[in-house]
């Protein structure tokens, strides 16, 4: 018979992560970009403080453990209280994806019953167009000192946040319950359908954010200062709001300016060592970087994640600006991180190119997550770096179901994540296309990720997007779709030249079509089903 | 109402940990001293799968979940894969500490209940001395091949390690079960009363080992190398054969030589970047390495902890080595690190001496354990730094009953450690002594820590230790012994002097006793009751 361990049985509680970080880093910093324009910054010690003010009001507000609180909001520090204030509370944090369709934004604030609202400014628009729409939120809250509250024209409960917490309390008991209750809410915004909701555990979010700090993943510690500029609508900004206080790391968190000049700015004065972000925004930056001839003085590392990263980008980084760049895997069904990419000592020795080939792919899952890729009858394959298969994964903040969702999608017991994916011999995971984009061809499979990849290398190209399109002999062959970058020119032929050296022949696309800018959806994803919807015939 | 959290419920395991390194970092290397002396070296995924083979063979011998196993061993590889199979298999592997009295060994044992015991060659004597008091031990296994397995007179039932697992397969299927199951017990080894035990649960040894990867705490990664000198059979050698494979460092097991000059060499010659152990080890280590004008050329941190570490030995390591200090604070009922003492970015403009002042006190609670220090009343002291009672310590990883006790030494849900100690404003906890060496005089309290850290400041003295003595008008005074370094001269007027030109006047002891040797514990501490009782009159 089974011993019981004699150890304490506490609960893995978002609370304590926001009074660990007051206790023992309480002098370190969070510095947040106002939406009005200004920088604030304080303490993780005061960080606390109004968070407890916070949970006060909101319990002040009538709302109980298991409610919803919303929020359509920027990286910045009110948002980061309301964090810890809404989860710490027994409460679930709802973190809404501005840039989703008002008509999806409505369909989520219902389904997921957000008794409160918090909100940016900026969005203020927004509100207006969706509030009438959205019955059961009573209180519209703006993340901003009454100056800076606009009126919003038909909604009457709109209350400014220092108006609300003001009266309250620095004194508030965070409650002790399961650590298995539901902190954290994300939409994943669904390309058919209604968006589907992922409800974060305080333990799994918590695990999560003790891996995201370890040297292999993001490596953080109280010498570090992080900028997330994945936002925190989106995966709770890859659990970073959570991993910065379990450090001790100086958090820096940038508002509404997420452009290049921004965000190098505020890298340069507030002395950022580590970022994290995804592809298109690294692009922005640099861009910026290039055009201007500057450099980074501090930032040294960058985590790369939420699709995959050009290698052509990875080597700029690191070898025009010595920026080590961490490429890793995630969705809105596992919380944040699963793997992890980054070098081995072996690596030490080996060309720029062999790097950067191999910080191409998304790396071993951290400690705590299980990777797999099985094939269309559910038979895990070999991890011989070339086998494809539906990644498949498993683990301690994987989820299980939908919220609201009728049936669990688990596979026995693991999760089928819809990317396409290999696994090397030491455990090293590449992305190679999503389920629904992977082209398939005489009965093989080409990778449109590859493929864009490839593209993207051309000096003259800014974006591409490969989609499958029918074929009366091959069933599908790969369509191509460049935008070119400012001033450039370039033609079907050269780009299908340049593949042609690159590819394998029969991946060499049947057609190239040159457009201004490709579709983008909510997250900032290329939508390939509009592409599809639009060119998606037949080819002769 | 609390919603539940829609994330896979998994349990934290141990068998997880290994079979992840396997799966993640297969090719990772173990290495580790044979008792017999030469060097073995295999992989992650060599170990587990050897880890498999024993729990194969340990089914074969018929225990079952919930058995004890016990270990009189060194750090190397067999007793590694000890850790895993026995864990793994729902059995409670219990480390037994060689050094303690064969009686108190034969009461643990039997205490624990061990069905097998594995034990390495060079404790076969102690073997022979108990097995006969140890009825309950089936098997005693030898952590050897057959060659290297002694014949023990008198005991029938020895089998040799490699023999006992070689028939069996590498295919095992860990089962699931409860995190909050035991793993390891490992006993205090009390100075009065029988020793008493700590049993870890999954739960606990994988979230402290989580923690001890992190950045601030020993900072483990695939990048590493960490040598472990503490033993395996004292606090699972602060929980790092759990924490490398987690990591994917390298790990280097030292077997039997733990003097200086085997440590030294085996450092060299495996590239050890970071190290941990006992300021006793380093003493010896440092001494070798003094008198041979040696440098480290690839070791750049060492965690210390079990006692307190001099400054002096600190700014050695630092000033004249360049290696890193990092002192933290543990004992067997937290597992292993509660607190850990790093350099906070701030420290960069401060002088030597400022950080070493600094790393001489125990650091921070790291994230998943709370710190307090309270009056005898048990009223919570303020963190000024300056006002000392006692540490008591809450989380996840600390124990909350001793195993079969009879009643929970906790109050009000927290840990009393025993120890005396010190919290400042920012959170940095600093020991001043334990509750039962602190030496009470004219209402105020003396550090015996302090004095003593005083005393072998001065280059003459090897050793030394404090304790009070009854005192007809302040109640206790300092009595003060020392160890001179082989060939040194020091008289009683001179430390004397020493000490008066570094501590308070009333601190100064009023009598010193020079001694050939100190008395030594089976945990390598100083047994200052033993000094009472022969030295604990009082002073007129």
Redo the contacts between chains.
């Keep these: ?10 609960p ?1 509680l978002l609370s304590s ?1 926001i009074e ?1 970080a007051a ?5 370190a910093e969070v510095v947040s970009r106002e939406t009005h324009g200004p920088l604030f910054r304080y303490t993780y010690s005061e960080c606390a403080a109004r968070a407890r003010k916070l949970a006060n009001a909101l319990a002040g507000l009538g709302l ?3 409610d919803a609180v919303g929020s359509i909001a920027w990286n910045n520090h009110r948002h980061l209280e309301a964090y810890y204030a809404v989860s710490g509370s ?1 409460m ?1 944090m709802h973190t809404c994806n501005p840039r989703l369709h008002p008509q999806q934004l409505i369909y989520i604030i219902n389904h997921a019953e957000d008794r409160v609202v918090l909100f940016d400014a900026t969005f203020a628009p927004l509100v207006k167009g969706i509030a009438a729409h959205c019955p059961n939120v009573r209180t519209w809250v703006c993340l901003a000192d009454a100056a800076n509250t606009p009126a919003i024209e038909g909604v009457a409960n709109v209350l400014a946040y220092e108006e609300l917490i003001a009266p309250c309390s620095e004194d508030f008991t965070w409650p002790e ?2 650590e ?4 954290a809410l994300c939409y994943t915004s669904g390309t058919t359908g209604n968006p589907k909701g ?7 979010i918590v ?1 999560n954010a ?2 995201g ?4 993943v993001l ?6 200062t992080i900028l997330p500029v994945v936002p925190m609508f989106h995966i709770n900004a890859w659990c970073i709001p959570y991993a910065a206080p ?3 790391a100086k958090l820096v968190l940038p508002g509404p300016r997420l452009d290049g000049q921004s965000l190098y700015e505020l890298m340069e004065s507030e002395a950022v060592t580590v970022s994290a972000g995804v592809p298109t925004i690294w692009q922005a930056l640099l861009g910026h970087v290039e055009q201007h001839g500057l450099r980074f003085s501090t930032m040294y590392r960058t985590a790369v994640g939420g699709s995959a990263m050009p290698q052509a980008l990875i080597a700029k980084f690191m070898d025009t600006y010595g920026v080590e760049v961490r490429h890793g895997w995630g969705m809105t069904e596992t ?1 944040a991180v699963g793997t992890m990419g ?1 070098l ?2 072996k690596a030490k020795n080996w060309t720029s190119e062999q790097k950067q080939a191999l910080l191409a792919k998304q790396g ?2 951290t ?1 705590g997550v ?1 990777i797999k890729v099985v094939d269309e009858q559910g038979n895990t394959l070999p991890r011989d770096g070339t086998s494809q298969g539906e990644l498949m994964v ?10 609201k969702g009728e049936r669990s999608p ?1 596979v026995d ?1 693991w ?1 089928p994540t819809g990317d396409i994916a290999t696994i090397d ?3 090293v995971m590449q992305i190679r296309d999503r389920t629904k984009d992977v082209i398939k061809t005489g009965g093989e499979w080409i990778s449109s990720i590859d493929l864009e990849s490839a593209a993207v290398a051309h000096p003259a190209v800014a974006m591409a997007a490969v989609i499958g399109v029918k074929h009366p002999k091959w069933d599908e062959r790969p369509l191509l779709f460049v935008v070119r970058k400012p001033g450039q020119t370039l033609s079907k032929e050269e780009i299908l030249a340049f593949l042609a050296e690159r590819v394998a022949k029969w991946w060499v696309p049947d057609d190239v079509i040159f457009l201004d800018a490709l579709p983008v959806g909510g997250t900032g994803k290329v939508q390939k089903s509009d592409l599809r919807k639009q060119y998606g015939g037949v080819f002769s």
């Design positions: 018979m089974l011993q019981p361990g004699l150890m304490m049985d506490r893995l992560v660990h206790a023992q880093y309480g002098d109980q453990g298991g027994g679930v319950f399961d298995h209750t539901g902190a992922a409800l974060y555990s305080h333990r799994a695990l003790m891996s700090c370890l040297p292999g490596s953080l510690s109280p010498a570090e379990i450090a001790g919380t980054t081995m000592p071993k899952s400690f299980e498993r683990g301690h903040w994987i989820m299980a179901s939908y919220y688990l017991g999760f011999a030491e455990g």
